[in-house]
């Protein structure tokens, strides 16, 4: 269907059309009015292959150019995706934004590492006490395994971890959202709530633990050389496979299991599942204890990277947002995507800007994305 | 229901008791004008007051436009930086306090004393202007998308100005805050009345923007503010144009809170990064207007009374022989409350202390109070 266009007679033997923005002779306006028609007939095909085209760019570049901070790139994108997949599932499921996930993946990472050491601050502030057990007392369990710098016990420690924080999720659900979904508010008094929440559980890990950084491993390990100059420790080669591997796991959840259909279902249209034999309630509670869990590995992994931090959490709201969003909010593949991409900016960006500005960098990824293409790289149009 | 009638004027009192008597308990129940409680009220008051002029911003913004905006630290930020280099005088060589603008001496032609007063009413006008703009680059991109981005999109926006902040320390002093700025009508009065002088003008400008706000939300422009937040198709339908009212009322709503950080500025005196960091300059406003009421400008006047009340109050009991347990981790445990104050009173009094009230019209109250007019009688009695 052609636009009706403002025609004009500006100069003596021909006319002038102008058409949307520009002005066109009138002898072109039929053509450029199909070329846009055809333009429109594409959909959102343009934009898709614009942002896949940028984003292969991007990595190509980064792993020629930078391989190294391409490396650190990818396993931060790793743990960033954990947490990313985890916040865009409860997103799909229960339709809101979930600001307190970075601070419940803190919370895990200290979960973990109370369970690791049985470490939390005495009677006065800078004092450490020892709550009298922890996995560190098993023969053993702090040895490293291979290359790795820590044993047995972290890993059991971040099981246990996982399972903990599934549990609080649900109460949490009960506790909270629950009530509020009864109440039909809508999803900014969830946001608020989501926000009570985040700073609560930051006070609560100031309460136990303090403010000062902490290591699940003491003493320096060496990191390895490997070609193409990339320097790693083995640790982090450890993160990105258990992050890897968990996203292969939620895959397959996802697309070849019952409960994932059903979840699936109910992120399209709950009211749909509902009728259609689905129990939607039973649904909510496995999404609460699958990102429970994802975010408690997600914490942990952060922590080995890294420290532990109760700051650490609210910081990263930013980059999981920007992932999530990124890759289509709902779409736990895209958000693995999205998280890469974040991860492996933010890390080459400190070539070019001050490290400073790191979580400045999310937040760029994030308004470009809002103001290109709001829906990400698989969402849903509406 | 009698229970739920109690809880406002309940809070009331024992916050006012609280504030009130910890702080005179602690002086030695002196009564007197330079110290003890009378003093450290006026200054507890004046706070109050600038925190209810921020509050009432954010219940411009999400009691009646329903923007739904998560980065007030922004808005506060960028006012109180911009009204601090606007009354400050030019960086000194050599000085370690380093920052752009000091605008102060130039604002002040040497007529009626304009030193005192002229500059700070620019820089807080100022304020307000930078971040009403602030809020209009913002609202163009973000505003026609769904409610969440915009919240995270503040969140972001607050993160980022703080890093600039933090990192360009050209710029407004990094990190080290920037320290010296100038009190207004400080040279006509003394130090110990200067305090009362701040608490009165404080009350007069809480008043000024409480009448402005009230008056603008009983007007017909409120009305569709209104209508926008419980109902946006329905609005759109009735032939508002949505995009643009939701963009008045974030950026009047942001100008106010500019205005608001510029009057904290003059009040402390230093501003530096680690005010405005999420948990104090966004959550704790927030916790003030959905404790008071959100959509009720009493409320969001109450909010802010009620949980800087609580502020305040745990700061004092830090003074008495407390368990070490407890000493060192009272703040903490304080943050700990006010985060899950918010939870609280989400899921039991979603309405908070001062309900919305769900008629605001003057034109309204007036008719009801003069009842039917006649010409309504003739009209009715013609139809039946």
Not at chain 1, 81 to 106: P, S
Not at chain 1, 186 to 204: D, E, H, K
Not at chain 2, 31 to 58: C, E, K, M, Q, Y
Not at chain 2, 317 to 329: K, T, W
Request: hydrophobic fraction near 55%.
């Amino acid at each position: 269907m052609r636009r009706r266009c403002w025609r004009a007679k500006t100069w003596p033997g021909s006319t002038w059309v102008i058409s949307g923005m520009s002005i066109i002779p009138a002898r072109y306006a039929d053509s450029f009015s199909e070329l846009r028609d055809r333009y429109r007939a594409l959909g959102d095909r343009p934009g898709a292959i614009g942002l896949w085209a940028l984003i292969i760019a991007l990595f190509v570049w980064a792993a020629v150019f930078q391989t190294q901070l391409f490396v650190v790139g990818i396993i931060v994108g790793s743990i960033l995706a954990l947490g990313a997949m985890g916040l865009t599932l409860v997103y799909g499921i229960l339709k809101f934004g979930n600001f307190a996930h970075g601070d419940t993946m803190m919370l895990g990472s200290y979960i973990a590492y109370i369970l690791l050491t049985g470490t939390v601050v005495g009677r006065q502030a800078n004092i450490d006490t020892d709550i009298g057990i922890s996995l560190e007392q098993f023969p053993g369990a702090t040895t490293g395994i291979g290359d790795l710098s820590f044993g047995y016990g972290l890993l059991i420690a971040i099981a246990l971890a996982g399972l903990a924080m599934a549990l609080i999720s649900i109460a949490l659900d009960r506790v909270v959202y629950r009530r509020l979904r009864q109440r039909k508010s809508g999803i900014v008094i969830f946001a608020i709530a989501s926000l009570g929440i985040a700073f609560s559980t930051r006070a609560l890990m100031l309460i136990i633990w303090g403010p000062d950084p902490r290591r699940y491993v003491s003493g320096i390990h060496y990191a390895k050389h490997y070609p193409f100059d990339v320097v790693l420790k083995t640790d982090q080669i450890f993160i990105f496979f258990v992050a890897f591997g968990l996203a292969v796991a939620l895959y397959v959840l996802l697309f070849h299991m019952k409960l994932g259909k059903a979840m699936r279902a109910m992120a399209d249209n709950a009211d749909l599942a509902l009728v259609s034999g689905i129990n939607t309630d039973r649904i909510i509670v496995w999404t609460w204890a699958i990102g429970g869990a994802l975010m408690a590995v997600a914490g942990a992994l952060l922590a080995v990277q890294a420290s532990l931090k109760p700051d650490l959490g609210f910081g990263l709201i930013l980059p999981l947002f920007a992932a999530a969003i990124l890759g289509g909010l709902g779409k736990p593949h895209g958000a693995f995507i999205g998280a890469m991409v974040v991860g492996v900016t933010q890390e080459v960006s400190i070539e070019f800007i001050s490290a400073g500005y790191k979580p400045a960098v999310a937040f760029m990824i994030l308004v470009l994305i809002l103001l290109l293409r709001p829906r990400g790289l698989f969402g849903s149009t509406n | 229901m009698r229970a739920g009638k109690l809880i406002t004027p309940l809070t009331l009192v024992v916050v006012t008791a609280f504030v009130i008597l910890i702080p005179m308990e602690r002086s030695g129940w002196v009564i007197s004008l330079d110290r003890g409680v009378i003093p450290f009220l006026a200054a507890f008051l004046t706070t109050v007051a600038i925190f209810a002029i921020l509050a009432l911003a954010l219940n411009v913004q999400w009691g009646y436009t329903g923007v739904f905006n998560f980065g007030v630290a922004a808005f506060f930020m960028v006012g109180a930086y911009t009204a601090a280099i606007f009354v400050k005088g030019p960086p000194e060589e050599g000085s370690s306090l380093r920052y752009v603008g000091g605008f102060g001496e130039a604002l002040s032609p040497p007529i009626l004393d304009s030193e005192q007063w002229l500059p700070f009413v620019i820089a807080a006008l100022a304020a307000g202007a930078v971040s009403g703009l602030l809020a209009l680059a913002l609202s163009l991109p973000t505003l026609r998308l769904r409610e969440d981005y915009l919240a995270i999109t503040t969140i972001g926006v607050a993160e980022l100005l703080r890093r600039i902040v933090i990192q360009e320390d050209g710029l407004v002093n990094g990190s080290r805050s920037l320290v010296g700025i100038p009190k207004p009508l400080s040279g006509y009065f003394s130090s110990d009345t200067e305090r009362f002088v701040d608490l009165a003008v404080m009350a007069v400008l809480v008043m000024i923007v409480f009448l402005i706000v009230e008056r603008g939300i009983r007007s017909p422009w409120g009305r569709v503010l209104r209508a926008l937040k419980e109902d946006e198709v329905a609005a759109a339908a009735s032939g508002k144009n949505v995009f643009s009212f939701k963009m008045q009322g974030f950026v009047i709503g942001a100008v106010i809170m500019g205005m608001g950080g510029a009057f904290f500025a003059f009040n402390r005196g230093a501003v530096g990064p680690t005010t405005f960091d999420h948990f104090f300059a966004t959550f704790m406003i927030w916790a003030m207007l959905m404790v008071g009421g959100s959509g009720n400008n009493w409320g969001a006047i109450a909010g802010a009374y009620v949980v800087w009340g609580f502020w305040t109050t745990t700061l004092q009991i830090n003074g008495y022989d407390l368990p070490d347990v407890l000493q060192s981790r009272i703040f903490y445990i304080r943050d700990f409350v006010v985060g899950s104050l918010i939870v609280i009173v989400l899921l039991l009094r979603p309405q908070g202390l001062f309900p919305e009230e769900r008629r605001v019209s003057i034109w309204l109250d007036h008719r009801m109070r003069r009842g039917p007019r006649p010409a309504d009688d003739a009209t009715a009695e013609a139809e039946t």
